[in-house]
């Protein structure tokens, strides 16, 4: 008998959370890439790729948006819907 997993690509990973989140109010990027980050420890993904990929997922699904990482320069980017 084997056990068989199935792989998860990051980006699925990033459209999962971004439709389990899909009645709040909005979707933090940084709760969001902690989120995978948390579930996905090997994610080689950097944070800006993540936000990214999050971004992207949140547009396709009319999810708005907070862009509230701290970025490499310290600052909090603001919410955008």
Same mark, same amino acid.
């Given at each position: 008998m084997t056990n068989a997993f199935h792989s998860i690509t990051v980006?699925? !990973?990033?459209? !999962?959370?971004v439709l389990s989140r899909g009645r709040a109010r909005f979707l933090s990027i940084a709760q969001a890439i902690r989120a995978i980050r948390t579930l996905m420890p !090997?994610?080689? =993904?950097?944070d800006r790729e993540l936000e990214e990929?999050?971004?992207?997922a949140s547009?396709?699904?009319g999810v708005p948006v =907070?862009?509230?990482a701290k970025t490499a320069d310290g600052i909090v980017p603001q919410l955008h819907s």
């Open positions: 980006e699925r !990973a990033a459209e !999962a959370y !090997a994610c080689r =993904a950097t990929m999050l971004a992207t547009i396709v699904h =907070a862009f509230d």
